[in-house]
C-alpha cells in the first residue's frame, strides 16, 4: 500500500512539536521528488505558528502545497480543516486529489449536490456551503482551520457574500486564503487579525518556476494555431470569448492532422470504455482521437471531466474553451492562446480586466515539465488583414497608400499591441469584498441561538463601510425577514431562546426546506393559488417553481426559434404577406406556461413588497416541457439542437429538482407532484453520475488502494428506486404513443438505438401504424391517454412486461404498444432499454408483433 502524508505524522512527544512537523512534512515533500521553495516553507512555519497566512503568488508557484501543509498541521492537532473553492470542478479535482495524499478516509466532500464521507477531518467544498455552515453554527462551528482558493473570487458581486461571511463568522478560526491575483492586501491582513483574532503572515515576491514569454500574433488565427502545434509548443489551451466559438473552432481543427496514428490510439486506450452520448458525445469523442479537446462551462461534468484527464495525460495538443481554466484546474498547458482580449460580460463588450487576463494567462507553462510558457494574444482580424496587406504593397508606397484599410466591424470594441502590452505590465485591482442578504442567509442565522438581527449586522459591519450601502443592506433584511413571517415561512416564539433568537422556521416545513431563489417566498404564495384538484396541478406547481428559477437561455433562444419556425409555416400555410408576417413574430416567443396568472399574483404579492423589483418573474417551461414531451435528456437537448449546451440544461434541471423539493411544502405535494420529482431526480442522476461513481470506486477502495467505509451518497443501480425508474418506463412508453400520433416511424425505428436486440424496426411500425389508421383516425396524446388506465406494467422478477394501450377517438382501446424491459440490462448499462415486441390490436391478428 503507497504511503500517505498521514504515515508520517510524528507520534508521542514530537506529536505537536512545530520543528518535529517541519521535518516530517518536508520529508513527504522530498519523497515526492520536491523540494519546498523558500515562499512555502516560510507559509509553512506561520502556520506552525498559528497565524493565518495570505499567498499571493503566482501561478505555479506551489499554492497547493501550502494548502496541503495546512490540513497537514491541522490534523496533527487533531483538529478539522476545511478546503474551498469557487466552482465544484476544483472542488471534486481536490477531494480526489487529497485523498491519494492523506487517505480516503480522512476526506470528505460537500458540494451541494451530492456529499461524502462529510464528517471528515478535511472537507473539500464550495464556498457557499462553508458560507451556510458558518452561518448556522457561528462560533460553534466545529472547524479549526480554513484554506480559501481562489481568493479573489471575494470581489464577484454575485458570490462574493460566501467568501465574506466565511472569514467573519468563524471566530477562532485560521485561514489561509490564496490567490495569483490578489493585488494589495493591507485592508484584507488587517481585517483577518481582528476576525480571527490571529496574527497574519502575508507570503508574497515569490518568482514564478516557470516564466512567461508573450506574443502578438498577426498572423490568422488557423496560421497562429498550426505554427505553435507544429513548433512543439502544444498543448494549447485556445480561449474564446464564447462557447459556440470554442465548439465551432475545435471542429475547424479536425481537418488538420494533429496526431500521429499512434497517438491515436493511445489517446483511443485512455478514452477505453467511456460512454459518449449521442449528438454532441460523439462530436466531442471525434474530437478528442484527432487530439483535440473542448472545455466550457456548457458542457456535461462527465465530458469536461474526460478533457482535464486526457489533457493531464498530455494526449491532447489543442483545447478550445472560454475562461473555465482560469479557476485553477490542474491541467497541464504549454501555451495559452487568446483569441481576443475582449469580452462580453452580461452587460457590455469590454476589455479584459487585469485580474481576468492574468488568472488565464497563468495557466500556461507546466512546472516539472516546462522551463518557459508562452501567452500569444492573437491580433483582431481587421488588424491582420491590414498587415497583410502592408506586406503585399511594401514595396510600391504608391499603390499602398491607395489601398483601403479594413475597418473594425460596427460595435467591436477595439484592442492593439499596446493593450496587450498593458495588460502584461498591469498589476490586479484592490480586491473590494461583495455582500448581498439573501433570503436563504436569514434562515441559515435562524439555527443560531443569538438573535438574528444583532448577528445579521455583525456580518454587514465586517464587509461594509459605506452607511449608505449598510443603511441598504439592513433595510432589506428587514424587508425579507417581514415577507418570511407573512408568508408563514417564520414563526415568532412564545418566549426568546436563551441567546436571544426570538424567530423560528416553521416546523410543519420539510428538514431539508430551503428558499434558495429571491423569489422562493413568492413562490410559496402562489402555490396556494393553484387548484391542488386540477388535472393539470402538478404540472402548474413545477412551472411556478420555474417561474423563479434563473433563465437557461441557450435552451430558451432555441425555444422561441422552433415555435416562430412553426408560426411561419402556418402563417404561409395561412397565406399571410411577409410583412405580417414579420409583425406577428415579434409577439411570439419561448412557452410560457402560467404566465398571465402568475404575473398577476406577483404584481399584488410585489406591492407590498417593493424591493422584488429587482428580481422579475421569468414564466418558462423547461422541467414541464421535457416531461410533457416525454423525453429523455439526451432526446429533449437534440430536439431542441442545443446539445453544445447541454451542461447548462443539465444544472438548470438539477436547481428546479432542488427547487422543488426543498421549497414546496408537504401539504401541497401530491402523488402526481412526487412522480415528477421521482423523474427528475433520475434524470439528473442518469445524464451525468460520473462523480458519483467515482466516490463510489473511493467507497471500494478504488484505484487509490485505500479501504475506507461506503460514501454517504454513492452510485446506485438505476432501477434501484422503483418508483423513479417506474417513472422512466412510463415516459418512455408514452413517447412512443406521441411519435405514433405524428406518424413519425423513423423516429419510432430511431428510438431502437439504445437496445442492442431490437427487433421491430423500421418496416415493422411502418406496417403496423398503417393497420391501426385503416381502423382509426386518431391517437389520444392528452392527460387521459397518458393516465394509469392505459399502461399496465408486470414486474414480476427481472423481466418486466408492459403494455401501453392507445386512447382511440371510438374509445374502442384494442390496441396497444407491447414491450419488455429486462432491468440487469438497463442496469448495466445505466440507461433505460424498451425492447418493443410488438403494436397491434389485443383482440386479434392484425397488427405487427413480434415474437421476443
Known amino acids: 500500500m503507497t504511503q500517505t502524508l498521514t504515515d508520517l505524522l510524528p507520534t508521542g512527544p514530537l506529536a505537536h512539536d512545530p520543528d518535529a512537523l517541519f521535518d516530517a512534512f518536508d520529508r513527504w515533500a522530498a519523497g515526492q521528488g520536491l523540494s519546498l521553495y523558500p515562499h512555502q516553507s516560510e507559509a509553512l512555519m506561520a502556520l506552525l505558528a498559528g497565524d493565518n497566512a495570505i499567498v499571493t503568488t503566482p501561478t505555479g508557484s506551489g499554492k497547493s502545497m501550502i494548502a496541503t501543509a495546512a490540513h497537514f498541521v491541522t490534523l496533527a492537532a487533531r483538529g478539522r480543516s476545511y478546503y474551498t473553492a469557487p466552482i465544484k470542478a476544483l472542488v471534486n479535482e481536490k477531494f480526489f486529489a487529497l485523498c491519494e495524499i492523506f487517505g480516503a478516509d480522512l476526506v470528505g466532500m460537500v458540494t451541494g449536490d451530492a456529499s461524502v464521507n462529510p464528517d471528515a477531518p478535511i472537507v473539500c467544498c464550495t464556498a457557499e456551503i462553508l458560507a451556510n455552515i458558518a452561518l448556522r453554527e457561528g462560533s460553534q462551528a466545529d472547524i479549526d482551520l480554513v484554506v480559501m482558493d481562489e481568493f479573489h473570487f471575494i470581489a464577484d458581486p454575485d458570490r462574493g457574500w460566501a467568501w465574506q461571511v466565511g472569514l467573519s463568522e468563524l471566530p477562532g478560526c485560521q485561514f489561509v ?42 498572423t490568422p488565427l488557423h496560421e497562429t494555431i498550426s505554427e505553435l502545434v507544429t513548433t512543439g509548443q502544444s498543448p494549447v489551451y485556445i480561449v474564446h470569448s464564447g462557447q459556440k466559438l470554442a465548439t465551432e473552432q475545435a471542429q475547424a481543427l479536425m481537418s488538420v492532422k494533429l496526431v500521429t496514428t499512434e497517438q491515436r490510439h493511445e489517446i483511443a486506450g485512455a478514452i477505453g470504455g467511456f460512454r459518449f452520448a449521442p449528438g454532441f458525445g460523439a462530436t466531442l469523442s471525434s474530437m478528442l482521437r484527432h487530439g483535440i479537446g473542448v472545455h466550457h462551462a456548457g458542457m456535461l461534468p462527465k465530458y469536461r471531466r474526460l478533457v482535464e484527464q486526457l489533457a493531464q495525460q498530455g494526449l491532447l495538443k489543442v483545447i478550445c474553451g472560454t475562461d473555465t481554466l482560469g479557476v485553477g484546474i490542474n491541467v497541464p498547458i504549454h501555451t495559452v492562446l487568446f483569441t481576443s482580449l475582449s469580452k462580453f460580460d452580461g452587460r457590455r463588450q469590454r476589455i479584459l480586466r487585469s485580474r481576468e487576463f492574468h488568472q488565464i494567462a497563468g495557466r500556461a507553462g507546466r512546472a516539472g515539465f516546462d522551463t518557459i510558457g508562452y501567452v500569444v494574444a492573437q491580433a483582431p482580424e481587421h488588424q491582420v488583414e491590414n498587415t497583410r496587406l502592408a506586406a503585399k504593397f511594401a514595396d ?33 485591482e484592490t480586491l473590494h469584498a461583495r455582500m448581498r442578504v439573501t433570503s436563504s442567509m436569514l434562515l441559515n442565522l435562524l439555527s443560531r441561538d443569538e438573535d438574528t438581527g444583532a448577528a445579521l449586522v455583525h456580518i454587514v459591519d465586517a464587509c461594509v463601510t459605506d452607511r449608505r450601502i449598510r443603511g441598504r443592506l439592513l433595510r432589506r433584511a428587514a424587508q425579507l425577514g ?52 386540477a388535472e393539470d396541478y402538478a404540472l402548474d406547481v413545477v412551472s411556478t417553481i420555474e417561474a423563479t428559477l434563473e433563465d437557461p437561455w441557450p435552451l430558451m433562444r432555441a425555444q422561441e426559434r422552433r415555435e416562430r419556425d412553426e408560426a411561419i409555416a402556418e402563417m404561409k400555410a395561412d397565406g399571410m404577406d411577409y410583412t405580417e408576417r414579420m409583425a406577428a413574430l ?33 414564466p418558462k417551461t423547461v422541467a414541464r416541457d421535457m416531461y410533457e414531451r416525454a423525453m429523455t435528456f439526451g432526446e429533449y437537448c437534440a430536439f431542441y439542437k442545443v446539445q453544445r449546451s447541454e451542461g447548462t440544461v443539465l444544472r438548470y434541471l438539477s436547481d428546479a429538482y432542488r427547487a422543488l423539493r426543498q421549497t414546496v411544502p408537504l401539504t401541497a405535494r401530491t402523488p402526481a407532484l412526487d412522480e415528477i420529482l421521482d423523474w427528475l431526480g433520475q434524470v ?34 438505476l432501477t434501484a428506486n422503483r418508483a423513479a425508474f417506474t417513472v422512466l418506463v412510463r415516459n418512455a412508453m408514452f413517447r412512443r404513443v406521441q411519435l405514433a400520433a405524428d406518424d413519425d416511424v423513423e423516429a419510432l425505428a430511431a428510438l431502437n438505438s439504445s437496445d ?64 419488455t424491459i429486462d432491468l440487469d440490462s438497463c442496469d448495466e448499462a445505466d440507461d433505460l432499454i424498451v425492447h418493443v415486441v410488438g403494436f397491434g390490436r389485443l383482440d386479434g391478428p392484425a397488427g405487427r408483433q413480434v415474437e421476443s
Open 684 to 717: 439528473v442522476r442518469m445524464t451525468d453520475s460520473s462523480l458519483i461513481d467515482e466516490w463510489a470506486r473511493l467507497g471500494a477502495g478504488g484505484d487509490l488502494g485505500v479501504e475506507r467505509p461506503e460514501p454517504a451518497e454513492k452510485s446506485r443501480a
Open 396 to 428: 510600391d508606397p504608391k499603390k499602398l497608400k491607395s489601398v483601403r484599410k479594413k475597418k473594425p466591424p460596427e460595435g467591436f470594441v477595439n484592442y492593439t499591441e499596446a493593450s496587450f502590452t498593458k495588460l502584461i505590465e498591469s498589476v490586479p
Open 482 to 533: 417581514r415577507s418570511m413571517i407573512s408568508a408563514g415561512v417564520v414563526v415568532r416564539r412564545e418566549e426568546p431562546t436563551p441567546g436571544g433568537r426570538w424567530y423560528d422556521l416553521n416546523p410543519d416545513l420539510q428538514d431539508d426546506f430551503a428558499l434558495n431563489q429571491p423569489l422562493s417566498a413568492f413562490a410559496m404564495a402562489a402555490l396556494e393559488l393553484l387548484d391542488a384538484t
Open 586 to 618: 415579434e409577439e411570439i416567443s419561448y412557452p410560457q406556461p402560467l404566465a398571465d396568472e402568475l404575473e398577476a399574483a406577483f404584481e399584488t404579492f410585489s406591492a407590498t413588497r417593493p424591493w422584488l423589483a429587482e428580481y422579475p418573474l421569468h
Open 177 to 218: 486564503v490564496m490567490s495569483a491575483t490578489l493585488g494589495d492586501v493591507t485592508e484584507l491582513s488587517q481585517n483577518l487579525t481582528v476576525w480571527s483574532g490571529r496574527s497574519t503572515s502575508v507570503v508574497t515576491g515569490a518568482e514564478r518556476p516557470v516564466p512567461l514569454t508573450y506574443h502578438w500574433a498577426l
Open 756 to 819: 442492442p436486440e431490437a427487433s421491430f424496426g423500421f418496416n415493422d411500425w411502418d406496417d403496423a401504424l398503417g393497420d391501426y389508421w385503416d381502423e382509426h383516425d386518431e391517437i389520444g396524446t392528452g392527460a387521459d391517454a397518458r393516465g394509469p388506465q392505459f399502461l399496465r406494467i408486470d414486474e414480476t422478477g427481472r423481466l418486466w412486461t408492459v403494455r401501453q394501450t392507445i386512447a382511440d377517438p371510438e374509445g374502442d382501446h384494442d390496441w396497444a404498444i407491447t414491450a
